[in-house]
């Protein structure tokens, strides 16, 4: 069984950071691409980053946080993380890991989420 656990949520004030973790149990976590998404209050869910398992591990981000945000992996610990930096009020949102087996995107898993609070 599958399980992603996110941790790392909080209040912040306006230019704080955070760093969000994701645990990952029941798959080959170097197998799978990995993303972070969020959903803001009245919103759509919308994608945050990516990062591969291939080789390069090569990352991709929403335009609304690139230059601030970066995500990384450890496969030694089964774990995915979204450094947060230069946080804005229009970053709020739940924040969601979730695991991709084949790179295609369908992301078939996902974890419960955990909120990100930033204060103007």
């Known amino acids: 069984q599958v399980r992603l656990v996110e941790s790392g949520g909080g209040l912040v004030q306006a230019g704080g950071s955070l760093r969000l973790s994701c645990a990952a149990s029941?798959?080959?976590?170097?197998?799978?691409?990995m993303g972070w998404f969020r959903r803001a209050p009245g919103k759509e869910r919308e994608f945050v980053a990516s990062i591969n398992w291939w080789s390069d591990s090569s990352t991709n981000y929403a335009d609304s946080v690139k230059g601030r945000f970066t995500i990384s992996r450890d496969n030694a610990k089964n774990t995915v993380y979204l450094q947060m930096n230069s946080l804005k009020p229009e970053d709020t949102a739940v924040y969601s890991c979730?695991?991709?087996?084949?790179?295609?995107?369908?992301?078939?898993?996902w974890g419960q989420g955990t909120q990100v609070t930033v204060s103007s």
């Open positions: 979730a695991a991709d087996p084949t790179g295609r995107g369908g992301f078939p898993y």
């Open positions: 029941g798959l080959t976590f170097s197998r799978y691409v």
